[in-house]
C-alpha cells in the first residue's frame, strides 16, 4: 500500500465519522463543526486527485463564509432541542428512502462508461501547463454552459423564494423609501430661517 493510499484511507474515514457525527450529535453547534470536519476532509480528498480549484474554493466558499454563517445563526437562535427532536424517528423511511436513492445514482455514476475516463480530453489537449482550473473552466462554459446557466436561475429563485417566505412586515416600523431619497432636492431639504438678531446683555 502506497503512502498515497494510507493518507487517502485516513481522511476518509475522518469523513466517515465526521458525516455520522453531523446527523448523530444532539447540539446543534457540534453538528456544525462536523459539518466544517466533512468539508475540511472533503477538500485534502480533492488535493489527492489533484483538484486544487475544487479543494480550494470548498474551503474559502463553504467552511469560510457558509459555515461560519450557520454557525452565528445557530448560536444565535435559542433552539429547543428537545421539542426539536420529538418525532425524530417519523422521517426514517423517508431519510432510508433518500439515502438509497443517492447510494444508487452513485453507484449508477460509477459503473456507467459515460463518465469513465475514457470520455477525458486526448493527450494532445493537455500542454505542459494546463491545470484543472483552465479545463474545469472549458468544460463549465462550453460543454455544460447550459446546465450551469439552469442551475443558477434555480439557486436565484430559491433564493427569492426563501426572502418571501421569511420576510415579515411589523408595523410601527419605519422603512427607508429608496425612490424618495433619490429624487430629493435641495428645497425640501434646506429651509431658510430668517432670524432677528439678539443683543447679549
Known sequence: MSFEQIIFYIFSAILVAAAV???????????????VMCFITTSA???L????FLAI???LVYVGAVMVLFLFVVMMLDINIAKMREGF???LPLGALVAGGTIAVMWYVANNDYFNLTNMPPPERLAADASNTRMLGE??????????EIAAVILL??????ITLTLRHRTGTRYQKIDQQVRVKRDERV???KMESEERK
Open 157 to 162: 429563485l430559491a433564493i427569492v423564494a426563501a
Open 21 to 35: 457525527g453531523v446527523i448523530t450529535v444532539r447540539n446543534p453547534v457540534h453538528a456544525a463543526l462536523f459539518l
Open 191 to 193: 429651509r431658510m430661517v
Open 139 to 148: 468544460q463549465l462554459y462550453t460543454t455544460y454552459v447550459y446546465p450551469f
Open 45 to 47: 480528498l480533492w488535493l
Open 49 to 52: 486527485l489533484e483538484a486544487e
Open 89 to 91: 424517528t417519523g422521517y
Open 57 to 59: 474554493t470548498l474551503v
